[in-house]
């Protein structure tokens, strides 16, 4: 009998963390599944994480584990794909120290994925962005915070994990651009526009010196979590509704404002092409759009130039003629202008 813990000590410290050189967030995401499995095993066995063994985590148990992921815990098939995913990495990484557990490996290897639906991304039109950005209090500190917050999530297109791991350093000076270390550990450099760079600055003014390097904090100087965003982007999505009807009774989610942000180029330029070149550049994308393209089409007339927003406007929907790709992801023909 083989006691489980080494092995997951060994692989989330040594053979992701060093040997794969997994990033953060996708050991993160690796020790939150081993958790929920874990937990439900020692229910399931009537004893505790610390004392499970390998022989007890067989093909029956994680298929057990699967099924409860749907039905109690209510989690898409998605979620139970990458619970799954992180549970075949593993025993991968353990079939090599543990010759003798080969036959069991086999058959939770055997356990297949789940075919998904996909989904079209929701978006944000001009009013309800805009809706959306005025709701924080500007006379309020974690106003001034979700305001910024709000405006780097249009603008940039920022996934959540890029938002909250932004720092002080990324940011350059007056607030022009920003530089993302992404998914995949790809880099890019946003400029950013007028409204932006202006909340930017106005935060950073009353940010204050914290220990923590990463912009956006909460009252106690800590870094933001995934959680914190999605809860402060819901309650000003319930303020907003308020002022714009329409946002009511829609899931509105970070990636749904980053989807806002793609559809804000595909209106000022009315060509999938730009978008698609501005989904690898300017959003991170590690594919282009004409091989997953679940985008809704985005309706206008060609031939009018959209005039650079006022202050705390966001851009324009209206569509742009624009020839010059590299203008597009630059900001400076989707409505709005690099900041000053």
């Known amino acids: 009998m083989s006691s489980l813990a080494p092995h ?5 410290r040594e053979h992701l963390a060093r040997h794969r050189d997994a990033s953060a967030h996708t050991c993160d995401s690796y020790a939150y599944s ?3 499995l874990f937990e439900f095993a020692a229910r399931r066995l009537r004893t505790v994480p610390s004392a499970l063994l390998l022989e007890q985590l067989d093909a029956p148990l994680i298929g057990a584990f699967l099924e409860q992921l749907e039905t109690v815990r209510r989690n898409s098939a998605q ?3 990458i619970r799954l995913a992180a549970i075949r990495s593993f025993f991968t990484f353990v079939q090599h120290r543990e010759p003798a557990a080969l036959e069991q490996i086999r058959r939770i290897l055997a356990i297949p994925y789940k075919k998904t639906d996909t989904r079209l991304v929701g978006y944000l039109d001009k009013t309800e962005t805009q809706a959306l950005l005025d709701a924080p209090d500007p006379a309020r500190r974690d106003g001034i ?3 910024a917050m709000l405006h780097l999530a249009v603008c ?11 720092c002080v350093s990324d940011v350059a000076a007056q607030c022009k651009s920003i530089h993302v270390l992404g998914k995949g550990r790809r880099e890019r ?3 950013l526009w007028k409204p932006t760079a202006s909340a930017l600055r106005a935060w950073l003014a009353v940010r204050g010196e914290v220990a923590t390097p990463e912009v956006f904090v909460n009252a106690r100087g800590e870094p933001l979590s995934r959680w914190g965003v999605a809860y402060v982007l819901q309650h000003h999505a319930d303020s907003a509704s308020q002022a714009c009807p329409s946002l009511r009774g829609k899931q509105i989610s970070p990636h749904v404002l980053r989807h806002t942000c793609a559809m804000i180029v595909l209106q000022a330029t009315q060509d999938i092409r730009k978008v698609s070149l501005a989904g690898a550049q300017h959003l991170g994308h590690d594919r282009d759009l004409r091989s ?3 985008q809704p089409k985005a309706r206008g007339h060609r031939g009018r130039r959209s005039t650079p927003p006022a202050q705390g406007q966001v851009p324009a929907a209206g569509p742009t003629h624009c020839d010059a790709q590299d203008e597009v992801l630059m900001g400076r023909r989707i409505g709005a202008v690099p900041g000053n």
């Open 34 to 36: 081993f958790q929920a």
């Open 189 to 191: 450099a946003l400029p």
């Open 292 to 294: 997953s393209r679940p």
């Open 156 to 166: 940039a297109g920022l996934r959540v994990s890029e938002l909250t791991g932004l």
């Open 8 to 12: 997951v000590e060994a692989f989330l």
């Open 79 to 81: 979620t139970r794909n």
């Open 145 to 147: 915070r979700d305001r």
